[in-house]
């Protein structure tokens, strides 16, 4: 059931009514349209966008990686421990998901090597293609930046 209110002088001004069995399911909604809200005020502050899935994590990694390749001393183990841990990132997406966590990074991985595609991330929906601009999987670039 919905309750709809129109024609309301002050149309910026908006009101939701939320209603749950219980108190921890209003609050879960309560904070899901939070973020939801955070989102649009972030997408208003700066329109940018990135692929989401992990896409963006793996690519690092992977970037990270190859340029730790080229350091001789100490520090590449320094940045091989930043790549690891930008990997924390879609390892829990396909945990989360019900995905076997390092096979399915490992596959992910090696093929945006092999493809050179960047936007190659977690199918977390089981849709068949893990490119995330063909499944509109996308994230705020200000989201990123924080």
């Known amino acids: 059931r919905m309750l709809v209110i129109e024609d309301c002088k002050n149309?910026?001004?908006v009101t939701l009514f939320l209603r749950g069995s219980n108190q921890m399911i209003v609050q879960e909604a309560k904070r899901s349209i939070w973020d939801?809200?955070?989102?649009i005020r972030n997408l208003v502050r700066d329109n940018r966008i990135a692929y989401g899935g992990g896409s963006n994590e793996i690519a690092c990694a992977i970037a990270v990686n190859d340029q730790a390749d080229k350091i001789p001393t100490i520090e590449q183990y320094a940045m091989r421990a930043f790549a690891d841990a930008l990997e924390s990132v879609p390892m829990a997406l396909a945990e989360n998901s019900g995905l076997h966590p390092f096979s399915t990074l490992a596959d992910v991985k090696s093929r945006q090597i092999k493809e050179n595609n960047p936007r190659?991330?977690?199918?977390?929906?089981d849709k068949g293609t893990s490119d995330m601009k063909e499944q509109h999987v996308i994230e705020t670039l200000i989201g990123k930046k924080q």
């Open 36 to 39: 939801a809200m955070c989102v």
């Open 11 to 13: 149309t910026r001004a």
């Open 120 to 125: 190659l991330g977690i199918d977390c929906m």
